[in-house]
């Protein structure tokens, strides 16, 4: 397998505009999470999934964030609209129950 | 709510040091413990896997143990090398009612310096 797999790797977008940010979990792992990391709060949980459905998304920011996973091979994070202080690295984590989480190489997000 | 926490914030030492980064935890209705290892500007790296109902685990000159009654856990590096130097980070995976989340501690940054 090739691991967890982000796109893009780096996105520069402007304030105002939708970004939409990709995982591709390895297969067979049933739990799937989404972190943001900054320098100020560090390693954030925004949302994690189990077996495709939400179990927890209080980390989530605010309603202009949301995440799907419409199959067990692929999930998506939204902004709209995006702001300046959404600047972060998104990463996404893939395990099953009691087994080791891997992460993908992440997302660096620069919003001007 | 589950809170992770690592101590110290950031570690220098010289090479050739044995060191232990410690890392606590709230609520010990815990599925595993995972500690991970970053370096700038990359992802993480998985390190270790402890579960619940293990005390240690070792993978080369690394040692990781639990004491879940206590919500403590350690990592120890033995023989410190410059190549060490990076972000460790603990994680904790809940069972009880927030099964499978999987919290992060803030990270330990430690620097080895030849």
Known sequence: DAGVIQSPRHE????????????????????????????????????????????????????????????????????????????????????????????????????? | KQEVTQIPAALSVPEGENLVLNCSFTDSAIYNLQWFRQDPGKGLTSLLLIQSSQREQTSGRLNASLDKSSGRSTLYIAASQPGDSATYLCAVMAGGTSYGKLTFGQGTILTVHP
């Open chain 1, 12 to 112: 520069v977008t402007e304030m105002g505009q939708e970004v939409t940010l990709r995982c591709k979990p390895i297969s067979g792992h049933d739990y799937l999470f989404w972190y943001r990391q900054t320098m100020m709060r560090g390693l954030e949980l925004l949302i994690y999934f189990n077996n495709n459905v939400p179990i927890d998304d209080s980390g989530m920011p605010e309603d202009r964030f949301s995440a799907k996973m419409p199959n067990a091979s692929f999930s998506t994070l939204k902004i709209q609209p995006s702001e300046p202080r959404d600047s972060a690295v998104y990463f996404c984590a893939s395990s099953s129950l009691g087994a080791e989480a891997f992460f993908g190489q992440g997302t660096r997000l620069t919003v001007v």
